[in-house]
């Protein structure tokens, strides 16, 4: 990756894309022979970590088959390794929330939350254990990326249950995309649908309010039942949480904003 020639195999160059697919495949199939070994550990503090984190901080379109691939392999890093890389997985994920908040590539916003769909399904603990202050600040960025969308739209319009691709997994692709406000908005609630089925006390005490903020904006402002249900499905994760956990603010505000609605289908009727 850095022009420099193979320390054991005897080539002189390989594909760019190649090694980083190669890396990924690594990371997230031997996690627990790598953690077994320090060698192994400081090999990818010293070594991958520092590449990852010079190419997340890119905003070139000549750089997107390399971005692509370093953002699948910042999932394994901060999936499997957060626990000894912690400073660079919190580094990590300073970058995308920037790039979700702030005015960067649509491209590279689709990817970042892609990252944080994967994540929020399935590593939401080890964000939290991470740091919450964090976690806080990643549904914040989705809350405002959300809101600049509503001010140049009308109407948000998108059909949740429409067949989606995974722009992660696509690795034959070589130039970017250029993705439609349904597709970022789609990708929005899978965010917080994958946090919402993996809600927790800690999470909801510091993510209640933007979370609420976002859901009721796509609610006041869809006319598409899918989307509807989607929404519905965050406030029930919410809302079941706040009661178990005694988190009165938040699970009064959740139901107050649901008797909006219900008030509103009645009147209409």
């Not at 320090?38 to 390399?66: A, G, H």
Request: charged share 20%.
């Amino acid at each position: 990756m850095e022009g420099q020639p193979g320390q054991w195999l005897m080539i002189d160059k390989i594909s760019p894309s190649f090694t980083l697919e190669l890396l990924e495949t690594i990371l997230s199939a031997h996690s627990p022979l790598l953690l077994r070994y320090d060698q192994f550990v400081k090999l990818i503090q010293e070594k991958v970590c520092p590449l990852v984190l010079k190419n997340l901080q890119s905003n070139d379109d000549r750089n997107f088959v390399v971005m692509v691939r370093v953002y699948r392999i910042s999932i394994s890093l901060i999936r499997y390794f957060s626990k000894v890389l912690d400073k660079q997985c919190y580094e990590f994920l300073s970058v995308i929330c920037q790039k979700i908040d702030k005015d960067y590539q649509p491209w590279d916003k689709v990817l970042s939350l892609e990252v944080l769909r994967a994540l929020f399904g399935k590593a939401t603990e080890e964000l939290i254990l991470l740091n919450p202050n964090l976690v806080s600040s990643l549904v914040g960025a989705i809350q405002h990326c959300t809101e600049r969308i509503a001010a140049k739209e009308r109407t948000l319009t998108f059909n949740f249950s429409a067949k989606r691709a995974n722009r992660l997994d696509n690795l034959t692709d070589t130039q970017p995309f250029s993705p439609s406000m349904e597709e970022m908005l789609i990708l929005v609630l899978d965010c917080l649908l994958a946090l919402s089925a993996n809600v927790n006390k800690q999470v909801v005490e510091i993510t209640w309010a933007s979370v609420l903020e976002t859901i009721t904006l796509l609610m006041d402002r869809t006319e598409d039942d899918d989307t509807a249900v989607a929404i519905l499905k965050i406030y029930e994760g919410y809302v079941n949480c706040a009661c178990s956990s005694n988190l009165v603010t938040a699970r009064d505000a959740f139901l107050t904003s649901l008797c909006k609605y219900v008030e509103l289908y009645f009147t209409n009727i």
